[in-house]
């Protein structure tokens, strides 16, 4: 069933870059071996308690994402709450099933996904675990009820993710931030975090291969990344966005958008010149 608020991409396959640099087929079949050991680990990292869960999680989330291939790069905050116990409302656009690995390999989050992500074989068991908050897109009744469990959840000092576009997009494309789970943040009267993930090669150049849309299906996704040679994942952390600087959540989600787009562009920008000068720039953490 479909209805307005449903979101819409017009990424699919043409999207995708076919002429990335790829690792041989051991390479390839080392890492899946890889990742699948590390996310079988995930089923105890899960169950540890105490101020050292955190920590671990991190840990064991950048490790996951290394298994598949990609290196993840912070730039800005090497966290999401600036104070510990406030809650805050973590907004991203969204790109590839690799988002959640590189938004948690920050800081492990509670997230907002789509409800078929709970089938996923092994992960969805993992993220589920993790205390992920599920929307069924196709049940626009069950809205409001999502967003008073993010409220509470928010209210309570929780960090909480959500990718604003709805739907997955190229990475190079992007779609407008839809309001409607801003209203959250408003209600709980906290922070707005806004987050941009981007995809590129070791060589700066933007890569679409890892993007998970159209009719791409999670195993033919896994087994394009896992042959890609070089893959980042940038995590630019944008300043807060403190509560009362909108009044509704449209304004709200336009201020979180509007800080993603000036990252985005700029980051354009400086490729270019890194492409000029042939001066490599990175930023770890």
């Avoid at 390999?105 to 089938?119: F, L, N, S, T």
């Avoid at 409001?144 to 993010?150: C, H, I, Q």
């Amino acid at each position: 069933m479909t209805h307005a608020w449903m979101p819409n991409s017009p990424c699919g396959e043409g999207c995708l870059d076919r002429s990335a640099p790829t690792v041989g087929a051991f390479r390839a079949a080392f890492r899946l071996v890889a990742a699948v050991t590390v996310l079988l680990a995930g089923a105890f990292v899960l169950l540890l308690r105490g101020n050292a869960r955190e920590t671990v999680l991190r840990h064991w989330f950048r490790t996951l994402a290394r298994a598949f291939g990609a290196r993840i790069e912070v730039h800005g905050p090497d966290r999401f709450q600036e104070t510990p116990g406030r809650g805050v409302l973590v907004v991203s656009n969204h790109v590839s099933w690799l988002d959640e690995l590189a938004i948690d390999g920050v800081q492990p989050i509670r997230m907002v996904a789509k409800r078929d992500i709970r089938d996923w074989p092994v992960l969805g068991r993992i993220i589920t675990a993790a205390r992920t908050v599920y929307l069924d897109r196709e049940r626009l009744s069950l809205l409001p009820g999502t967003v008073a469990e993010l409220a509470g959840a928010l209210r309570e000092g929780a960090a909480v993710g959500i990718h604003a576009e709805g739907t997955t997009w190229c990475g190079l494309a992007s779609g407008g931030y839809r309001p409607a789970l801003f209203q959250a943040a408003l209600d709980a009267g906290v922070p707005v975090r806004p987050v941009v993930l981007r995809y590129r090669l070791a060589d700066g150049t933007p890569t679409t291969s890892p993007a998970f849309v159209g009719t791409d299906t999670l195993v033919d996704s896994v087994r394009r990344v896992v042959r890609l040679r070089g893959l980042v994942v940038e995590v630019h952390v944008l300043d807060e966005i403190a509560p009362g600087r909108a009044a509704t959540r449209r304004e709200l989600a336009g201020l979180a958008q509007r800080a993603a787009e000036r990252v985005v562009h700029g980051t354009a920008a400086t490729r270019a010149h890194i492409n000029l000068t042939s001066t490599p720039v990175e930023v770890e953490r």
